[in-house]
């Protein structure tokens, strides 16, 4: 399930269609039912070509996993018929562009963090920041984002193997129920970040190593995963636990970085006279100067 290969693309557009598929009632879709006794969850493949107008038989070799040739015009027509979302839809242009020629090479992904974002994160002194790539790497924080993320940095996860990694603590370390308060959430999003880049990057052997490892030694991972929900993450809230300052609510952003292919900034601004900015200011007196902490990356 992990491996995202040319040979596997094919599966992973069939399976995001089909469960996209099943979660839509004919109702929904404004189909007239006849008959009580439908034999499949959601839309039937005729019923998805009716809504995009295309032939079933066309459909059908789209669902079958070959998405390769398909215009932008097909490829709105199906996203209407299955009421994609923004993610959704990304997702499935993604794959599409996965299918052709250009698609199949890898693409190039910054793996290091250059001295001018550095310095920024080192200007940032009074909001926790960190640079992170789409496998969840963190690869530099500013002292207080390293603060912040103090039980990440110290889980003894990643004492013999580097990057830090959040996906790799929140679904195998025990205290990432502890450090993140809406542990459900946490780990829903994470996951569907994850299939989001399946699609962005599904010759990414890092990302495949990944998710591979978190398939098997996670359930609550694998179970999430079987699902092929996809999310954009671009702002939002945060509930953390941090054990030093107790439970935060931190509004973020997380902004791609052009220069540097992959690699986002996150960070955190709170309220001003917030509980959650006096919290921040005690972890700021802990942490000391605004000091930037690259991660060790291997």
Same mark, same amino acid.
């Given at each position: 399930m992990a491996d995202?290969?040319?040979?596997?693309l094919g599966a992973e557009v069939r399976e995001f269609l089909s469960t996209r598929r099943a979660r839509i009632t004919p109702q929904q879709a404004g189909l007239p039912v006849y008959g009580?006794?439908?034999? *499949?969850?959601?839309? @039937?493949?005729?019923?998805? /070509?009716?809504? =995009?107008?295309?032939?079933?038989? !066309?459909?059908?070799?789209?669902?079958?996993?070959?998405?390769?040739?398909a215009s932008d015009s097909v490829l709105d027509a199906l996203a209407h018929a299955l009421q994609l979302d923004e993610a959704e839809r990304a997702h499935l242009y993604d794959?599409?562009?996965?299918?052709?020629?250009?698609?199949?090479?890898?693409?190039?992904?910054?793996?290091?963090?250059?001295?001018?974002?550095?310095?920024?994160?080192?200007?940032?002194?009074?909001?926790?920041?960190? *640079?992170?790539?789409? @496998?969840?790497?963190?690869? /530099?924080?500013? =002292?207080?984002?390293?603060?912040? !993320?103090?039980?990440?940095f110290d889980s003894p996860l990643f004492a013999q193997r580097g990057?830090?990694?959040?996906?790799?603590?929140?679904?195998?370390?025990?205290?990432?129920r502890d450090f993140w308060a809406d542990w459900d959430k946490g780990a829903d999003d994470s996951v569907a970040f994850?299939?989001?880049?399946?699609?962005?990057?599904?010759?990414?052997?890092?990302?495949?190593?990944?998710?591979g490892e978190l398939t098997t030694k996670s359930e609550e991972f694998?179970?999430?995963?079987?699902?092929?929900?996809?999310?954009?993450?671009?702002?939002?809230?945060?509930?953390?636990?941090h054990p030093l300052v107790g439970d935060l609510a931190l509004p973020y952003e997380a902004m791609e970085?052009?220069?540097?292919?992959?690699?986002r900034l996150n960070f955190y601004t709170p309220e001003p006279d917030s509980p959650e900015r006096q919290a921040l200011g005690l972890l700021a007196s802990w942490a000391g100067t605004g000091t930037v902490v690259p991660s060790h990356h291997d």
């Open positions: 995202f290969g040319s040979t596997n009580g006794n439908r034999r *499949v969850p959601g839309l @039937r493949r005729e019923e998805v /070509a009716l809504l =995009a107008g295309m032939s079933v038989d !066309y459909y059908v070799r789209l669902e079958r996993g070959n998405l390769s040739g794959l599409a562009r996965a299918s052709t020629p250009a698609g199949r090479r890898p693409k190039v992904t910054a793996s290091r963090v250059r001295p001018t974002i550095l310095r920024l994160l080192d200007s940032m002194t009074d909001v926790p920041a960190y *640079v992170r790539n789409a @496998r969840f790497d963190v690869l /530099a924080a500013n =002292a207080l984002g390293r603060a912040l !993320y103090a039980p990440v990057p830090v990694n959040t996906a790799r603590f929140l679904f195998l370390d025990p205290a990432g994850l299939r989001s880049e399946t699609g962005r990057a599904p010759h990414d052997k890092a990302l495949t190593d990944l998710i694998a179970r999430r995963w079987a699902h092929h929900d996809v999310k954009i993450h671009r702002s939002g809230v945060k509930r953390l636990h970085l052009p220069a540097d292919p992959g690699l």
